[in-house]
């Protein structure tokens, strides 16, 4: 979701202007939330990493 279209309830004027600070707030809120590994922990992606590094070593295996 983008905020360039969203109304704040506390001051009714576009969240992306920044009026007030809940829009400011809510603003930096939904930036953050863009990058969609923003809430991936490390532990997590190291996970993913060696998941993946593991089908990378199995379909080499296969293929050889």
């Known amino acids: 979701m983008t905020y360039d279209r969203l109304v704040c309830a506390n ?4 969240v992306s ?3 007030c600070r809940v829009c400011r707030a809510s603003r930096e809120r939904l930036q ?4 969609p590994f923003a ?3 490390p532990m997590t992606l190291i ?3 060696t998941v993946l590094i593991a089908a990378v070593a199995l379909l080499a295996h296969q293929t050889a």
């Open 39 to 41: 809430g991936l922990t």
């Open 47 to 49: 996970a993913l990493l």
């Open 32 to 35: 953050q939330q863009e990058n």
């Open 17 to 19: 202007e920044g009026r």
């Open 11 to 14: 001051c009714a004027g576009p």
